[in-house]
């Protein structure tokens, strides 16, 4: 070795074989031959030589001084799980040398993220994966830059010699640089200048995924949450149920790692798992900012604690737009619903309020009614920089985890009020620039419902009604009514009973009632607004009209057609007479009055005028406009109810192109298309298409619509219907109790709707030879409607002029008038049986899309 002076040290000369468990027994045979030599020269270079068919090659020369550096630690004893993303670190790192292979763990702060790489490098060390670890903590630049210089040449003793050291080395090194948080710590100034080595990297800021491969490290598994608390609660465990238990601990921790070892720790030192659920869910903040007890935890900081230290160093749009998305719905977070209340021309009726809205929509990127992405972006960019929401690619839209939501609340709570408040006001202002948008709107509903706490509280009046208006598009009637009744009663009190605002909110709540069944009530609020409207306005008034049409209405869904009827021509003639023939008004009250005769069965007169209404539309509107597309699936109803299954499938299938073309596949005035079509083929016997279809409406409806939604559960009940017919009963009969119970709850016991499904259960009962059981639910059924039709009586109406308003003499010589005034005077047919339901969807075609089953 030339003239350079060594220290020889010499390796034994081969390896033994495998001694007894725990340091017993004898080890095997030691290998043959010389073996690794390691020498070390007095200026401190030093080599190993690998001898091999006696010939010795040095591999790499590496630096040798005093300085300790630091050793990966080693994972906690009760580190479980994971396994998968364990899998999917080796496989990476198992790719071919030679090349740079950087993965990077990265989430939320409590994770888990670094007891898994520590895992990570226990199981690879025990298969001699790498030549050697090195660990680095990257918290600070300061930190990481500490720890590198430990690995420098005694002569070197800077972090750039350490790094050259390391490019030098052509052996499979793995460095480890944990808790890379800080979205200042440029990570890369720190990687050797080489091609080649191994780096694993944990951190919370997702930022620096653009350097390698990444894996999100979020909730546990269920299943491995709850053995992680079962170890560490150790001797504490010993109820009967404690697997139970233990689920339903973590289930309320959302199985996130750093809840479920401090709870664990807290058990093993203070409690029992049943105590410590009741504790929890009545003292979670409490528990959730301790760090005194940690136990076997290897956490040094509590669940709170840990992320203060990301919340602290937010700016503070930052820390607003986290509480804001805190109050929300934690999942479905769009940045739409800010653009489009900051772009709103809604007028809240607090002028103070207003500012301070329009204040907090500054700060996020909306000012004097403009929306500046960018800043919006940079802000949400900051939040995920730490992890504080995830993003989904899928449908570009933003996630909070429960937790995190909880602690930002909790943490913030002073100014709590005003920010949940505000977030309401956006949701409403977001509403109201676009109410056509149906899935906008839906999306709307989560958040909404996540704040329903306030909806009984005072509030602008004008978030109450756009947040009715949320509840109403998507069938939520127990919110829908709550805001409704809200709205009403502030208005009673603030503008008196007949103000034009009251007797708005006053229908508006009938309304609400009606679609709940219940007549009475419905009636009762839009006989007060009729008589107070006919009073103050006239009886032909629009609004007038309006009130005797809604009326009218609730007659119908009674049975009550003759009133309906006498109602429906008062309003048509008088439209004819101020509107004209051929208005949309008049020739909406044309389908309204046709409808009514269909449900007396009286098929031919209900054709002849939606012949009269679809002839005029299609030549004042155009063959396809959504008002048009409604009157030709009024008109394919009628022939189906014929049984004109031909016709009625042509005009369909006209009908649900056109709406698929113009409206798209997932439209709801589509999917009602798509529902009709599949009744008529049941009701041809094609049960395999009509199942097809049902279950596509079904499916989407439960994403677009969720799966309480009326209009989900009426699918729901066409369906099992379906199934019921091809002999499919367990199927039909799961589906039926599904539809029934959701019924019951949304709608009442005493719906029509209920009712039907108790029917419909009863009939598969009946086919399954369940006698008894289905006798049970028929009466149920009937006892219900006779408590509904004896609460429902006729409510006295101020003199009403609709005989003089339907007269002969009120009729002109229009082929549609002459029509109605002839099918008029006819002699009322018998009621035939029929079933239908109508669908709750408010789409651009209005309450006419009507689906039936």
């Known amino acids: 070795m030339d003239s350079e002076k060594y220290i020889n040290i010499e390796a034994p000369g081969g390896t033994g074989g495998p001694g007894g468990h725990s340091g017993s027994g004898s080890g095997g045979i030691g290998g043959s031959g010389q073996g690794t030599q390691f020498h070390l020269s007095v200026d401190g270079t030093s080599h190993w030589n690998i001898n091999s068919g006696g010939a010795s090659k040095t591999v790499f020369s590496t630096a040798v001084n005093t300085k300790q550096r630091k050793l990966c630690p080693l994972p906690v004893r009760s580190f479980t799980g994971r396994q998968e993303t364990l899998q999917e670190i080796h496989r990476y790192f198992a790719e071919a040398q030679g090349t740079r292979l950087v993965f990077i763990l990265h989430g939320l702060g409590g994770s888990g993220k670094s007891q898994m790489a520590f ?19 990257a918290t600070s630049e300061e930190t990481a830059d500490a720890d590198l210089k430990l690995l420098a040449p005694a002569s070197d003793n800077t972090s750039e010699a350490a790094l050259s050291w390391l490019a030098s080395n052509h052996n499979a090194w793995l460095i480890v640089f944990d808790n890379a948080d800080d979205v200042g710590l440029d990570i890369a100034k720190f990687f050797p200048p080489c091609t080649f080595g191994s780096i694993l990297i944990t951190t919370r800021n997702q930022q620096l995924c653009i350097h390698g491969v990444d894996s999100q490290v979020s909730n546990m598994t269920l299943h491995d949450a709850s053995n992680l608390l079962l170890r560490l609660a150790g001797r504490k465990a010993v109820e009967d149920n404690k697997e139970e238990l233990a689920t339903a601990i973590v289930k309320e921790l959302h199985c996130f790692a750093l809840a479920v070892s401090q709870a664990g720790g807290y058990i093993n030192a203070r409690g029992d798992l049943k105590s410590y659920l009741a504790l929890y869910k009545s003292s979670y903040d409490k528990l959730l900012q301790r760090n005194d007890i940690q136990g076997q935890s290897q956490y040094k900081t509590a669940v709170y604690a840990t992320w203060n230290l990301s919340y602290n160093r937010l700016s503070p749009e930052g820390k607003l737009l986290l509480q804001i998305f805190s109050c929300l719905h934690h999942d479905g977070i769009r940045k739409e619903i800010f653009e489009r209340a900051s772009l709103s021309r809604l007028q809240l009726d607090d002028h103070h309020f207003q500012v301070q809205v329009n204040q907090v929509l500054a700060q996020l990127g909306g000012s004097n009614k403009t929306w500046d992405a960018l ?94 208006y949320i509840a109403d598009r998507q069938g939520q009637w127990n919110d829908s009514e709550l805001l409704h009744s809200t709205v009403f009663e502030r208005r009673k009190s603030l503008l008196g009973k007949e103000h034009p605002h009251t007797l708005i909110s006053m229908n508006s709540l009938a309304s609400i009632y009606s679609i709940q069944g219940r007549w009475s009530h419905a009636e009762a609020l839009q006989v007060a607004v009729l008589n107070s409207r006919k009073r103050l306005l006239g009886e032909e008034h629009p609004d007038t009209l309006t009130s005797i049409a809604n009326l009218a209405w609730t007659y119908s869904k009674q049975g009550r057609w003759t009133d309906a009827e006498a109602l429906q021509v008062a309003v048509l003639n008088s439209r004819k007479r101020l509107l004209g023939e051929e208005h949309p008004d008049t020739l909406n009250s044309i389908a309204e009055l046709a409808l009514t005769y269909s449900k007396q069965g009286r098929w031919s007169d209900a054709e002849a005028l939606q012949v009269a209404v679809l002839d005029s539309q299609k030549r004042l509107l155009g063959e396809e406009h959504p008002d048009t597309l409604t009157s030709i699936a009024d008109l394919a109803w009628t022939y189906s109810i014929q049984g004109r299954w031909s016709d009625a499938e042509a005009l369909q299938v006209a009908v649900l192109d056109s709406r698929k073309r113009l409206l798209g596949e997932e439209h709801p005035d589509t999917l009602t298309s798509i529902a009709n079509l599949a009744r008529t083929y049941s009701k041809q016997g094609r049960w395999s298409d009509a199942q097809a ?20 559960l009426s699918s729901m009940n066409s369906l099992a219907w379906t199934y019921s017919k091809q002999g499919r009963w367990s199927d039909a009969q799961g589906l039926h109790v599904v539809v029934l119970e959701k019924r019951k709850t949304l709608l009442g016991e005493e719906h029509p709707d209920t009712l039907l499904s108790m029917n419909n259960l009863a009939y598969v009962f009946e086919r399954q030879g369940r006698h008894s059981e289905a006798k049970a639910l028929r009466q149920a059924a009937q006892d219900s409607k006779q408590r509904k039709d004896a609460a429902s009586k006729p409510t006295q109406i101020e003199k009403l002029s609709s005989a003089k308003l339907a007269s002969a003499a ?37 309450e006419r899309n009507i689906e039936h089953v």
């Open 810 to 846: 009120a009729v002109s010589a229009n082929t549609v008038s002459l029509s109605l005034h002839e099918t008029h005077i006819k002699n009322v047919k018998k009621p035939r049986n029929w079933k239908r339901v109508f669908t709750s969807c408010f789409g651009s075609t209005g």
């Open 375 to 468: 800043t919006f972006n940079d802000i949400v960019g900051e939040l995920q920089a730490y992890s504080l929401i995830e993003h989904n690619l899928h449908d570009q839209s933003f996630s909070v985890h429960p937790l995190v939501q909880q602690w930002s609340n909790d943490t913030t709570k002073q100014n709590m009020g005003f920010i949940q408040t505000c977030a309401l006001a956006i949701i409403a202002m977001s509403c109201y620039f676009n109410t056509e948008d149906f899935k906008h709107i839906t999306t709307l509903l989560h958040h909404m419902t996540r704040l329903s706490q306030f909806f009984r509280k005072p509030m602008d009046l004008r978030i109450s009604v756009w947040l009715a």
């Open 693 to 712: 279809l049902h279950v596509v409406v079904l499916e989407k409806r439960k994403t677009l619509l969720g799966k309480e939604h009326p209009d989900t």
């Open 119 to 137: 895992k990570f490098v226990q199981e690879a060390q025990d298969k001699k994966r790498f030549s050697d670890v090195f660990f680095i903590d």
